[in-house]
C-alpha cells in the first residue's frame, strides 16, 4: 500500500480549497452513485448535550473507498473521513462552510434534473449565510435572468440583492412581501428557519419547481400543506431522515394528504430511474434536509485536493 | 472563555498516559453519573463499507461538559472529543488501546459492585489482547490469589499464564479444559469470539459472578442459555445495545428463559439504587457489549491528562 498522508483541514483550508462546481460534480457523482447502494447513508441523530445537542451523521461509498462522519457541537462542525481499504483515518475536515456549500449544492442537483430545462427566473425567500449558496447553485445549473429575494428584515434582503447581483453577475432585486418574491418565477427556494408556513398554495404556480432547504425540525415547516398537494412530484435526499425531520410533509401525511409512498429519492431521478416532469406544468418539489452521503462526498474530493495542492497539516501516526 | 487546546493523541501518547487505574476511576464516575440521567448514549451503528464496515457510537456528559463518538474501520480506532459549553473540538484520540483498557475497566466495575467481597479466584477463558485487560481490571477490584486460564491453543494459554503472572504478581495457571477453569472459581469471564457457547450451565455454581465480555455480534454467543437461566441477575452496559447485540440473551429471550425486563443497567447497581446479589450464593451475570460513554469518560480524563503533561500535537483553527 502506498504511504498514507493522514490531514487535518481547518475551516480556512476547506474554504481555500472548495468552490460550488466541485461541490455540484461530487454531488451529481454521489446521487448517481447512491442509486445502485453503493452509497450508503445513516441519518442524522441528536444527543442532548445539557445546554444543546451533538449531531452526528454517517455514510460510505464503496466504489471510492471512503466511508466518515459529520458531527457538531455548539456550532463546531467537523468530518471524519477513512479509507475503506485499510488506509485508516485520512481526514479531519472543519466542515461549516462545507455544509454550507454542499446544502446548496443538493438544491442545485435537484433543480438540474427537476426543474424546467428553460427555467430563467428564481425567487428566493431567506437572505442569511444558507440563502447564498442556494442561489449560487441554481445560478450554476440554469440560465437565470432575474432573481427575487425577500425577508423580513428590508436592509438584510437589500444587502442580499446587491452583493449576490454582484457575485452572480445576475439581477438580484428585493421585494417587500414573499408573494413578491414568488409571482412568475421557475424556480422558488425557501431557506428559513421559520417555524410557520412561508411558501403557501396559492403562491405554487404551475411550471414551477421549488427547494425547501431551510428546515430540519419536525417542529418547522416552510410549506402549507396546500403547497404540498400541489406538488406531482416530491422528491428528497434521504427517506429515513425525511420521515423523522421533515415537519411540512410529516403535518401533510399526518393530516392525510401526502402519502410517504409517493416520496421519490433523488437518486433515482439523477440516475434517470425516475422521470421528474412529464410535462411543462407539473409542478415538482425538492425537500432537502441535508445528509451524509453529501458530507463524505465532497470530504472525499477535498481531502484528494489537497493532497495535490498540499493544503493542510499532516497528522501523525 | 479560557484559550482551547484542540489535541491529537496518537496510540502511542494514549497508551503512554493510560493504565487501569485511570479508566476504573474515569467509569466508575461514569456509570454513576448515568444512573442520575447526567450521561447519556447512542448505541453503535454499522455502515457498510463494501468490505467490512465502519461502525459509529457516541455519548455526552452533560456535567463534565464532553461530547463525542468513537468510529472505526479496519482496525483503525478513533474517538472525537468535544467540549459542550463552547469550545467545540478538543481532541482526536486513537482509541485502539484505550478501547481494550476500557472493556476491562467496565467488566472491573461489575466484579467491584456485583462479586462477592471476598472472590479470590479468576477462571478466565480466552487468551487474547482483551483477556489482559478483563484479568487486569478483575485483580484491581479484588484481592485475587488465583488465576486459571484456558483457550484453544496450548501454547497461547500458557504465554498468557507466565506473561500475566509476572506483570500482576498473582499466580496464573494455564489448564486444558474450559470446566477446569471454570471450577471452584468466584469469578468467570469469558473473552472470547467464539460461535458456540464456552460458559455451559454445568460451569455455574453457586456465589459465582460472571463477567461476559467477548462478543458484541448477534451471531455470537459465549453463555448457553442454561448459564443465563441460572443467574438470578443479569446486568448489562446499555440495554438498547444489549437488545440488538448481544446474541446469547437475545436466544434465551426468543426461547422464552429470559425476560428483557428483568435485565438491570450497572450504572443502576454502581449507584446503589439495586441490590447486586442479596447473598454469597446468587449467581451474578455481567454482559459487556462495550458502550460509547465509556469511551467518553476515559478520553475525557485522556485529554486533561495529556494537557497538563503537554503530551500530543496541537491542532491548529
Redesign the interface.
Known amino acids: 500500500m502506498p504511504e498514507i498522508k493522514r490531514l ?1 483541514l ?4 476547506v474554504t481555500g480549497l472548495l468552490d460550488m462546481e466541485l461541490a455540484l460534480e461530487a454531488l451529481d457523482d454521489a446521487f448517481r452513485a447512491r442509486s445502485s447502494g453503493d452509497v ?1 447513508n ?1 441519518p442524522r ?1 441528536r ?6 445537542s ?1 449531531n ?1 451523521m ?3 461509498w ?2 471510492r ?1 471512503w ?3 459529520k ?1 457538531y ?4 462542525f ?1 468530518v ?1 473521513l ?8 485520512i481526514a ?1 475536515l ?1 466542515a461549516g462552510r462545507m455544509g454550507q456549500v454542499r446544502t446548496g449544492a443538493a438544491s442545485g442537483i435537484a433543480t438540474r434534473y427537476m426543474a424546467r430545462e428553460d427555467s430563467s427566473s428564481v425567487g428566493i425567500i431567506g437572505s442569511g449565510y444558507q440563502a447564498e449558496t442556494q442561489l449560487e447553485a441554481v445560478c450554476a445549473v440554469r440560465d437565470i435572468k432575474d432573481v427575487k429575494v425577500f425577508s423580513r428584515t428590508a436592509e438584510k434582503r437589500e444587502r442580499f440583492a446587491s452583493t449576490m447581483s454582484e457575485r452572480l453577475g445576475v439581477n438580484v432585486i428585493a421585494v417587500d412581501s414573499k408573494e413578491a418574491a414568488a409571482e412568475g418565477m421557475d424556480v422558488l427556494v425557501a431557506v428559513t428557519s421559520s417555524v410557520e408556513p412561508v411558501i403557501t398554495g396559492d403562491m405554487v404556480e404551475p411550471g414551477m419547481h421549488i427547494n425547501a432547504a431551510g428546515n430540519n425540525s419536525w417542529m418547522k415547516r416552510e410549506l402549507d400543506t396546500a403547497a404540498i398537494v400541489k406538488a406531482d412530484l416530491v422528491a428528497c435526499d434521504d427517506i429515513d431522515q425525511t420521515k423523522i425531520e421533515c415537519g411540512e410533509l410529516m403535518r401533510a401525511a399526518e393530516a392525510g394528504h401526502f402519502a410517504w409512498e409517493s416520496l421519490v429519492r433523488l437518486d433515482r431521478i439523477v440516475a434517470g430511474l425516475r422521470t421528474a416532469r412529464y410535462s411543462d406544468d407539473e409542478i415538482t418539489l425538492f425537500e432537502s434536509q441535508g445528509v451524509a452521503f453529501e458530507d463524505i462526498a465532497v470530504c472525499g474530493r477535498l481531502y484528494e485536493l489537497a493532497l495535490e495542492r498540499s493544503v493542510g ?1 499532516e ?3
Request: aromatic share 6%; hydrophobic share 30%.
Open positions: 487535518f481547518t475551516e480556512a483550508d450508503r445513516e441523530k444527543i442532548p448535550t445539557g445546554n444543546g451533538m452526528f454517517a455514510a460510505s464503496t466504489s473507498g466511508a466518515g462522519h458531527s457541537v455548539s456550532g463546531d467537523r471524519m477513512y479509507g475503506t481499504n485499510g488506509e485508516g483515518l479531519v472543519g497539516v497528522l501523525p501516526g
